[in-house]
Structure formats: C-alpha cells, structure tokens
C-alpha cells in the first residue's frame, strides 16, 4: 500500500524581510523605544551627550588655539592646558552635584544669586576690559566671567521661587513677577552694564523657559517677551558697535575687511570643510584669519576641520542634550525639578543654538560660547555643574533609584571600599 506525502509548504519570509528597509526601520525605531523606556535611559543619555562634547571640546580647543598660543606664549599648549584644568574641575563639580539631593539645589541659588550679584559689581570697578566689553576679573593669569554663573544662579532661585507658589501639584502664576521679573531685570542690567548683549538675552531665555513651563497666560508671556525685544532694540540702538553688528549680520560682504570681517571668515571656513573636513588640526582659517577662533566661533574651526559630518554630530548631540532634559522636566513630579530642569535645558541648548546661528550667518554675533566646546573656564564650570544637577534629577525618574540599587557600588565605592576607607560593606566579614 502506497502512502503520498503533501509537499511541505515553503516558509513565509518574516515580516521585515518583506518589507524591506521599511521593516528594518520599524524594528531599529522598536529597539529604540524600548532602549529609552528603561528607567536609567535619561542618566546615560546626559552622560554620553558630556562624555562625547567634552573631549571634542577639549580637542577643538588644542587644534584652534595652538598657532595663537605658540604666538603669544611660546608654548602651543598653553590655552589646551588651561581648559583641560577646568574640565577637570568641572567634572568633579560635576561629579558632586550628582550625588546632591535636589533639597540642596534649591537652597543653593539665593548664596548663589547674591554672589553673582557681587561679582557683577566688582566687575564695574575693577573688571578689565577687552573689545570694548568689561565682562572680567583678572585673578592672576586666569580670568573670571562673573555673568556666567549667574546664568545657573537665575535657574535655580527662579525656579525655587516658582517653586514654593505651587498649590496642589500647580503653580500659581498670578503672583509669580513678584520678586522674579525684578530680580531678572536687575540682572540683567548689571550684566548689560559690562556691555554683554549675549550673556543677557540667555537670561531672557531661563526667565522666559520658567513662565512658559509654570503655565503663565499667552497675553502675559506675550507681553513680556515685547518688552525684552523692545528693550533688546534700544541696546543695540544706543552702541554703535552693535548697530555695526546688525549691519555686518545682514550683508557681512558688504564690508568683508571691517565689521563684516569675522563673518565673512566664519562663513569661508565652514564653506572650505565640505563633508569630511581637511582633517583634525588641518584648519587653514586659525592661522590668524578667523578672530577668536577658539571661543565665541570654534564651531568654525570643528566645521572646517570635521566638515558637514563633525557639525552635524555636535547638532545631534545639543539635540540629544535637549532632549533628555526635557524628559527629566516631564517624568519628574517635583516643581522645582521640573522648572530647574526646563531652565536649564533653556540656557545649554538655547545658547549652542545662538553660537551655531551666529557663525552660520543666521542671527547676529552675540559673543557667547558654545557650550562644553568652547574655551573658557568660567563658562565651562557652570554648565558642568548644570549637568550635573540633571544627572540627579533624572534619578528620581521613575524606577530610576531601584535600578540603580540593582546595579549596586560603582567602581570608586569599590575602590574606596577596597582601601577601607568606606563604600559597600556586602561580602565583609564582621568580627
């Protein structure tokens, strides 16, 4: 007796076979999602974003600098070293503010605030001078900008004072100019009375960020936001430096060897990197062409030397920055963190995106740095500390302490723990 066998059917491609990069796609954004739904995915975010613009900050800063320095001091290193001291400061400040309870935070911006508010004073009397602007304390061979921890003392009392006005998990605005706008304005005057045009408008960006997240009504974030503008055209109105700003900002051609000249040569160094860049320290423009390259326009030299590729990777990661703050500010049920977090993602992202406008033509020179890129210490120490208070605000995410738990000591409690000098105790014997 004879039996037949039915053909085994053919196996069905999977679902992303068929679909082709479509599927693939749809599976990466999948991994995705399920990478950024785990409770330390914030944590890590922040910290790669530092640990990658850091290093490349530090990097542009050596390659950018180094014709100048060798010029001036004899030693090509000598800004690199400087600004390495600092990131090594700016870590451990880093380091600490991360291991803070956010209790402390929202104590720190009053002692905060008030020592701003004394640097900028000393600033008038005894500040020196360079380009017009008196924005520095010369302490020895270092120079300290006292309007830039005032950016990260206005997040923090801002945000606590918008803070303490919260009744039943909302925080009432009706009550909220009072002391805050007086405060900003105060500020702000003081900073403006140093001539730093840039440095004020990203205050207005911090006190602007607290209206809009504490759920100040349209007409009133409207107003204020007129009155700012207003007050921002007047500044520009009464120095003829910053009408000349305006002027190079429009047609910077027009006048390629006077007020349109850093323009111009910001523009031709981007222009000169196409898509991979001359390559690391080949830079053309830093050999006394484009006027401080390795500050307020490095995002010139990191153009001409990486290219298309090197900006774009520097935009993905302030986006990236962005983002993670933003979703510490949303996950996080505490008002102060919520606003602190909000403020500072305001002043960090708010900022790099002025700096790249600015050598790319699409908004006027302010003078301001590029954050964790650009050289300058007083700068530097601030933002990190500012990141530092994210890294402790996205622990108190949901799940994000008992993950933490899990994951048990990390390697300097071990180390500490192996000297005995404290750190975790499981796996001792108790005599």
Known sequence: MSTTTSPQAPERPPQSAVEGPIGWIRDQLAVLKELLEKPLATYYLILGCCGLLLPLGLMMVLSASSIEAMQKTQDPFTWFVKQSLSAALGLLIMWACSRLPHKFFRWAGYPLMALSFIGL???????????????????????????????????????????????????????????????????????????????????????????????????????????????????????????????????????????????????????????????????????????????????????????????????????????????????????????AAAAIVAWIVGQAVVNMGAVLGVVPITGIPLPLVSYGGSALLPTLAALGMLLSFAKREPGAREALAARGPGPAARALSWLGLGGTTKGRVRR
């Open 121 to 339: 004073v000393m600033v008038l009397f005894i500040g020196s001078s360079q380009l017009g602007a008196q924005r520095w304390i010369d302490v020895g061979s270092y120079s300290i900008q006292p309007s830039e921890p005032a950016k990260l003392a206005l997040a923090l009392w801002g945000a606590d004072l918008l803070a303490r006005r919260a009744r039943h998990g909302r925080i009432e605005w009706r009550q909220l100019l009072i002391p805050l706008m007086p405060g900003t304005v105060l500020l702000a005057v003081m900073v403006m009375l140093g001539r730093d045009l840039g440095t004020t408008l990203v205050l207005f960006m911090i006190f602007l960020s607290l209206l809009w997240v504490v759920g100040a009504p349209v007409k009133l974030f409207g107003g204020i936001l007129s009155l700012a503008v207003l007050a921002t055209l007047i500044m520009i109105k009464v120095e003829p430096y910053r009408m000349a700003r305006i002027g190079a900002f429009l047609d910077p051609w027009a006048d390629a060897q006077g007020d349109g000249y850093q323009a111009v040569q910001g523009q031709i160094a981007m222009g000169s990197g196409g898509w991979f860049g001359l390559g690391l320290g080949s830079s053309r423009a830093k050999w006394s062409w484009l006027p401080h390259g390795e500050s307020d326009f490095i995002f010139a030299i990191l153009g001409e030397e990486l290219g298309l590729m090197g900006t774009l990777m520097v935009v993905v990661l302030f986006g990236l920055l962005g983002y993670a703050g933003l979703r510490v500010a949303s996950r996080v049920k505490d008002s102060f963190v919520r606003l």
